[in-house]
């Protein structure tokens, strides 16, 4: 393992509470078309608070492997 970690959206389990884009500290995710999606700036830090307040799992941090 690198330790290297992804942020996954996965849109067909969302929602669209809005609660991830709602907690996240850099403001980088918000509700497109009622699905959250990354924002085009990518202020994302991997932090995983978005990932621990999902109701519906859709998303997540994904660790890369070797």
């Not at 690198?2 to 609660?19: A, D, H, N, V, Y």
């Not at 980088?28 to 959250?36: D, R």
């Amino acid at each position: 393992m690198t330790g290297r970690k992804t942020l996954i959206i996965e849109p067909s389990w969302c929602k669209g509470c809005g609660i991830c884009a709602a907690v996240c500290p850099r403001g980088a995710l918000e509700l497109v078309g009622e699905k959250a999606r990354l924002k085009a700036d990518n202020q994302c830090v991997l932090c995983g608070i978005c990932e621990q307040h999902c109701p519906d799992y859709a998303v997540y941090l994904k660790k890369e492997e070797a």
